[in-house]
């Protein structure tokens, strides 16, 4: 009688939540987990087991992959603003009926005392800097950088992982660091840099909260923008711990 294989899931990444499910599923012995990046920072951090870097083609390349590597379950724990990856993971999914789970961090909750004014995109957030401040702490990214390329009345302190391609704000300083950070840190840099208004996007997570509790110690409004919601009819699990428990129920029996 052969032995029954590990069943293979497949983790959408490149955040820490799916670094922390590919720890939590590797040594599990009816899985075979493969993380998946896209390839958008430049020295990412691997996550254990079997890594895959770039993108799958679309919706109909995720779904020959999946059926190419006889894929049982899918976990999309990309970024909660990774709204293309996650739409064609849906897709996948739905076209080769194998099951799929969002791995969602939840999302900030202003405290008693923020001032926080939520948007709806960077576009709408861009027309809502000149009410809130003009020396803006900017933390969404640099793939929406250009959207701000028009904004010449005011300076920004850009903070990425990598270098922003141009188009980019005219008045601009770059800080490359990556998270955690410290609420120390961030007190710091908000008065040595004298900022008066923090732009971000509702990432959820502790690794780069600081920033929200320094900006409300500082009396400072935060332009938020908001997440979009996962494709509907995902099921949707906010913890590491839940989503490696649904991976699990994959798993193949333990022989003997």
Known sequence: MHPTPPAHVLVLGGTTEARRLAEALGPHPGLRVTSSLAGRVAAP??????????????????????????VDAVIDATHPFAEKIS???????ATTHVPLLALRRP???PGEGDDWREVASLAEAARAL???????FLTTGRLGLATFAPVDDAFFLVRTVDAPQPPCPPRMELLLDRGPF??????????????DVLLTKDSGG???????????????PVIVVRRPPAPGGVPVAATVEAAAAWAQSFSAPASG
Do not use: D, M, Q
């Not at 739409?87 to 999914?93: F, H, P, V």
């Not at 000149?130 to 803006?136: E, F, K, L, N, S």
């Open 45 to 70: 951090r691997l996550p254990p087991g079997a890594v895959r870097i770039g993108g799958f083609g679309g919706a109909a390349g995720l779904a020959a992959w999946l059926r190419e590597h006889a």
């Open 87 to 93: 739409s064609n993971a849906a897709r996948a999914a």
């Open 107 to 109: 999302g900030w909750v």
């Open 130 to 136: 000149p009410a809130a401040g003009r020396r803006v």
């Open 182 to 195: 410290t609420l120390e840190g961030e007190r710091a840099l908000l008065a040595r840099h004298r900022i």
């Open 206 to 220: 502790a690794a780069t909260a600081p920033k929200l509790t320094a900006a409300r110690e500082a009396g400072i």
